[in-house]
């Protein structure tokens, strides 16, 4: 294949263009090989408040892009995959102590996401907690959300865990391997703690809100899963390097990317941080990663040692210009777009709903960019969750989302709430309170003081929340369960279960 680097080169530089255009938050986009970073384009603002351009040099916060970093960290330190968390942290719960730390980082593991789970319980991800205040919550949770193995729901908490492990087995805070491991290959990696920690040249993070750009903030503490800020061009030579297997890296993108199973045998997309994919008829590894106020995504086609990195400090997609840059770089062709069946759709019984647009999915709360597979179904564009489906008619949509069977039927119009549903709810373990009222509305511990939220009603005793913080959107699941209480769920954390009060 011949490569198209000025075809590449185009497109990034529309792509930055755009940004400096705008005058507003900006971003970078850098093509490589194994051989380092080929070609650089850059726009837009680090800072608005002190016109300071964003350049390929500016440091960012990688978000999830930072979690691969642990999975190298873990795979050199020799730690067994197979061996369970508990075998390492035994003061963890027993049904998180049996997961496996494989599962735990390949998110088949049915780890509860420390955030949503902060969510339910009306602490927003504003607040200001450490890792053990986090950790202490870990400690109380009375169940998995799902058994490990039969699906792949997005969660941080494997990482988090697993940097406690490394840390424990190391004696080492994680700081330090991040910048040691990045140092081997002459790079600046750095892992701050918290937002409130100062980082030198770090860009401020900006979403987008009806009166204009708004700062984002973030307060939990800042760790493995997601807490890495550097620059894009060090961010493009740690991958190039990994698709050279140059020093440190050497063999380790087949050790992230050899494939995850699911308990039935089955393949997962997503790997060790990583997230296998095709452009065509090229195989392409990735992953993205999103903080209030940042969003990036990087690709790579290790086939013909290539890659992109789109780095950006605004809150907008960062997969598909990636994927439109790289496209052009191979010469493949873009996926046509999907054409689903839009509207409310839900399992027939269990928390499980999509709300659907021609061309995406939100899956509980996981948005996924929908494309047509070629054989008349549509899957996803996984920038995490792997979507396959098929429509059976203008109503009921079946397949593989994460792996499990799901089959979703639409809602009918005018699905009323059912009325096993009002009344208050209380879960003793934790303390939340929700009460659900006759006339359609829901006081949730949102944040902590209660807000009122209008219910979405589905068949069968289930309600959907509808609730906004910031630039993100929270749409819990409240359903009847078969023991008579008020279960909460979403993508991330489905454990809290609640007992009627009075």
Not at 37 to 61: K, M, Q
Not at 104 to 121: I, N, V
Not at 319 to 348: C, H, K, S, Y
Request: with cysteine; hydrophobic share 45%; glycine share 14%.
């Amino acid at each position: 294949m011949t490569l198209n680097w000025a075809g590449a080169a185009k497109r990034a530089d529309e792509i930055a263009a755009s940004w400096q255009r705008e005058a507003g938050p900006g971003g970078t986009v850098i093509l490589f090989d194994r051989d380092g970073v080929r070609e650089a384009f850059a726009g837009g603002l680090a800072s608005i408040e002190h016109g300071l351009p964003f350049t390929p040099t500016t440091v960012n916060r990688f978000a999830s892009i930072s979690k691969h970093v642990l999975a190298v960290a873990l795979l050199r330190a020799g730690l067994p995959l197979d061996a369970t968390l508990g075998s390492w942290l035994p003061e963890l719960p027993a049904p998180l102590a049996a997961v496996t730390l494989g599962r735990a980082l390949d998110m088949t593991g049915g780890l509860p996401d420390m955030m949503e789970a902060f969510w339910q319980q009306g602490v927003p991800y504003t607040a200001t907690l450490d890792a053990e205040e986090i950790f202490a919550l870990a400690r109380l949770f009375p169940s998995l959300s799902s058994t490990p193995g039969t699906e792949m729901a997005y969660s941080n908490t494997g990482w988090r865990l697993g940097q406690r492990v490394l840390e424990k087995v190391s004696a080492k805070p994680y700081a330090e391997i991040v910048a040691a491991l990045s140092g081997e290959l002459g790079l600046a990696f750095r892992l701050p703690y918290d937002g409130a920690e100062i980082v030198p040249g770090l860009a401020t993070g900006y979403w987008r809100a009806a009166e204009g750009w708004r700062r984002g903030h973030y307060g939990f503490h800042f760790s493995a899963s997601g807490g890495i800020a550097g620059s894009a061009t060090d961010l493009a030579s740690w991958l190039s390097a990994l698709l050279a297997g140059r020093g440190p890296l050497a063999g380790m993108l087949e050790k992230l990317a050899a494939p995850r199973h699911f308990a039935d045998g089955s393949e997962s997309a997503y790997r060790l941080g990583l997230v296998c994919s095709r452009l065509g008829g090229t195989d392409v590894i990735g992953h993205g990663g999103s903080l209030p106020g940042y969003r990036n995504h990087f690709l790579i086609a290790p086939a013909h040692g290539v890659g992109v990195v789109v780095m950006t400090n605004r809150e907008e997609e960062a997969l598909w210009p990636a994927l439109t840059v790289l496209a052009a770089l191979l010469g493949e062709e873009l996926p046509a777009a999907g054409q689903a069946p839009a509207g409310l759709f839900a399992a027939d019984e269990g928390p499980f709903w999509a709300e659907l647009a021609p061309d995406s999915i939100s899956f509980m709360g996981g948005f996924e960019r929908l494309v047509g597979d070629g054989e008349g179904g549509l899957r996803s564009l996984p920038a995490y969750l792997d979507i396959r489906l098929r429509a059976e008619g203008a109503d009921t949509l079946s397949g593989l989302i994460g792996g499990a069977n799901r089959t979703l039927r639409r809602v009918p119009g005018g699905t009323a709430l059912d009325g096993r549903l009002v009344g208050r709810w209380h879960e003793p373990r934790f303390g939340t309170e929700i009460e659900i009222r006759a006339d359609g509305t829901a006081l949730m511990a949102w944040p902590s003081g209660g807000t009122v939220t209008k219910l979405t009603p589905l068949p069968n005793g289930r309600a959907l929340g509808d609730l906004l913080h910031g630039p993100w959107r929270y749409r819990p699941c409240l359903w009847l369960d078969g023991e008579g209480d008020l279960r909460v769920s979403g993508h991330r954390a489905r454990i809290l279960q609640m007992h009627r009060a009075g």
